[in-house]
Nanobody, 121 residues
């Protein structure tokens, strides 16, 4: 089995910062892309940031210049550093990884359980 566990969410004031982490555990052969999505109440889930195997990144326009995604392949972990947070960033943030459990199985997408981020004064 593969499990993704997120941490680092919470309540923060506007302008503040949070760092989310997501660690994968279990039988893992390789990890391709890693990413973060978010879903606010009454809204569709949206891609926040994504990092490819080679390190290429892409971000939602709404978070460019404020959020930074990074990965540590030795730890099977992806991070999301969130600065200058705004109330509209309030959402449940979920990580995802496209990974292969063995050399003979095609990659599948795995998801974390989600962590709440609330930006409010």
């Amino acid at each position: 089995q593969v499990q993704l566990v997120e941490s680092g969410g919470g309540l923060v004031q506007p302008g503040g910062s949070l760092r989310l982490s997501c660690a994968a555990s279990g039988t893992i052969f390789s990890i391709n892309a890693m990413g973060w999505y978010r879903q606010a109440p009454g809204k569709q889930r949206e891609l926040v940031a994504r990092v490819a195997t080679g390190g290429d990144t892409n971000y939602a326009d709404s978070v460019k210049g404020r959020f930074t995604i990074s990965r540590d392949d030795a730890k099977n972990t992806v991070y999301l550093q969130m600065n200058s947070l705004k109330p509209e960033d309030t959402a449940v943030y979920s990580c995802t990884m496209r990974l292969s459990r063995t050399a003979y199985v095609i990659a599948n997408d795995y998801w974390g359980q989600g962590t709440q981020v609330t930006v409010s004064s």
